[in-house]
């Protein structure tokens, strides 16, 4: 049976032949080895996670949760779904908990994508959207910024046709860190019923979000996570609101038990940590502050953003330039390439406490001074 | 905008409109509502759960892991797949690690299923390979067991054509609880080089695994899991070997962080955990043990099991009725209808403490004497 030895690759779908492993931000073990560096004294702002830490209280529920972590989870988290849809109080919009938002907007696809079909993404943005289009079968039409990282709500208009079925938008963006012009998604929901998926991973860090409108336009689907503002990133718990016409189907369609006894529980608890919350949006509101001031003095050119990072503009050089010799000093941030076109030179930085920001600031001046 | 509004469910694929929500074994809370009862009393014996509890040592690892729980995860469980890899030494052979072992043949349907695809599946057995066919918009092919519930080997191989993509073999069957015939299983690989995915997630009650059989077979892939022997069930670890051939490819198109941080810590821990490992072994040997000689004495026809669960065979009365009757006196114990034709006649009895054995027994000795 030698051919059918050799044959196993044989069965895989033309799709898969051309993925690339997704790209992490660097973690402080690889950076620690590499550059021959005490792992303690590494500094990790490259994948926008809470530097705070995590709510003491989501700590001890999870602690708690371990007493019966031989049972599975809730099927669908129904608990901490729940207790979400209670904290907004919406008609008509019901909250579904994914294994991380990805999780999430990946069952979205397998809701809506058929082979052949298109999405329309703005870039540079997350890259998981791109993937999960890819991953279906379906095509992602890739839609430049403009100038001012504002969607190009007119080549964006112009694309949607029979085969679109989703619209990616992400606001505030990821990695330039502004907010989408509201006028901008309420054009695209005003002109299709296409689903436009709402990334809002770090609304909580712009104060604003477009939930309600769900109650108006049912084909807005709008993701929220547990990692960035809860500091829960090592739980992987994302969650969606979904109008009610559609929730049934999603739910229907889902592998069952993705999130974990002790990630709900600890979701289910930080959702009540409001300490928690307000210390990580004062952090963070400082942080940009103190940037803004010390990168405009410097004259380092830098985004404007709504979310727990700041991004540097590093044209005409390449981001991944300056992240290396950030790198070499202990720092990780995030060289924003694999966003899409423009993303290469652009250098994301997650907001640190004081002495972090700082300690990144002194690198950035003195290279500034070089240059 | 009245039309948009209406038509947010138009978007859904064809296939999405016939899913029914995944059914899961009832939960303690599900059933001391419905029949009143004091949730303490009740006896969990519907999901095949590790009533010993887990492994101190994983509540332990996953207790420190908190102290980073706000860091994103490894992004595809590198540590745990490397050491899982280790207490196997196999060469050719990798390990892929995923949120529950479902997650794993999830990932697989993305690999290898398009539109129009068939796969084979033996029933009644577990449902979501069923599942994760419809998903992937293929055709699953549902091939009866035969009496004595082994494979119809001759139906299988006469099935395969241009279109099937994958085998699904369940080994130990779940909800029959007896290991496929290895010479049926050898017949499928010698004959044919599509994918061959074998779940073993009761393989360490059995004392028997095929995972060798990989270095030989590249287009087999065995499916395994932390929820059972390792009582983690309410982390979702599983894991899976597979061809070196492969792995790549399976790296390149899952999603990244999909299990958590505490939850990998509480694998590896758990895969240190021998005693605990010996001390399940041994009371599910005892307890089925225990289970054929009070069930033959009673005369209630069941069947060998090589899992951590027992299998009444109702007949001719629906496995429901029982299965109402147990649940009334606060027994959760799993009819097996959703299995596929065959499993409404079944009902499946996960191996408790002696304590749980004889209490189940008590109630099904008085009802055998009333009929």
């Known amino acids: 049976m030698q051919t059918a030895k050799k044959n ?19 973690s402080i073990e690889e950076i620690a080895d590499k550059y021959n560096l005490d792992p303690s004294r590494i500094l990790k702002l490259s994948s926008n996670e809470n ?26 988290s129904d608990e901490l779904s729940k207790e979400i849809k209670k904290t907004h109080g919406l ?17 979205l696809a397998r809701l809506f994508l058929n082979n052949g079909d298109e ?32 969607m190009d709500i007119g080549k964006i208009l112009s694309l949607i046709n029979k085969k679109t079925k989703m619209i990616f938008i992400c606001s505030p963006n990821n990695p330039t860190g502004n907010l989408m012009k509201t006028e901008d998604i309420k054009k695209i929901l005003d002109s299709t019923d296409k689903i436009v998926f709402l990334d809002e991973a770090y609304a909580e860090f712009a104060g604003k979000s477009l939930v309600k409108w769900i109650e108006k336009y049912p084909n807005l689907i709008i ?15 994302g969650y969606a609101f979904i109008h009610k016409n559609l929730a049934n189907y999603y739910l229907n369609s889902i592998t069952p038990f993705v999130v974990s006894r002790p990630g709900q529980a600890a979701a289910l608890a930080a959702l009540d940590d409001h300490d928690f919350f307000e ?30 990072f700041i991004t540097l503009d590093t044209y005409p050089q390449k981001a991944s330039l300056l992240a290396n010799e950030l790198l070499e000093r202990g720092i990780i941030v995030r060289e924003c390439s694999t966003f899409g076109k423009g993303g290469e030179y652009l250098l994301r930085i997650s907001i640190g406490k004081r002495e972090h920001n700082v300690k990144v600031l002194e690198v950035l001046r003195e290279r500034s001074i070089r240059d």
């Open 8 to 26: 196993a690759k044989k069965n895989l779908r033309a799709v898969i032949l051309n993925m690339h492993q997704y790209t992490a931000g660097k």
């Open 279 to 308: 210390k990580t949006i004062r952090m963070v509101e400082e942080g940009k502050n103190f940037y803004y001031k010390e990168l405009s003095k410097a004259n380092i050119k830098h985004l404007k953003s709504d979310a727990n």
């Open 223 to 237: 993701g929220r996570t547990f990692s960035k503002i809860y500091g829960l990133a090592g739980y992987r718990v």
């Open 119 to 150: 999405t329309i993404i703005s870039i540079p943005t997350f890259s998981c959207y791109e993937l999960v289009t890819l991953w279906a079968g379906a095509k992602p039409r890739l839609i430049p910024l403009l100038k001012n990282y504002q």
């Open 51 to 76: 530097v705070l830490g995590s709510s003491l209280k989501a700590k001890i529920a999870a602690t708690l949760a371990l007493e019966k972590v031989n049972i599975y989870p809730d099927v669908v």
């Open 91 to 107: 008609k008509n919009i019901e909250v579904v908990v994914g294994n991380g938002m990805d999780h999430i907007f990946e069952m």
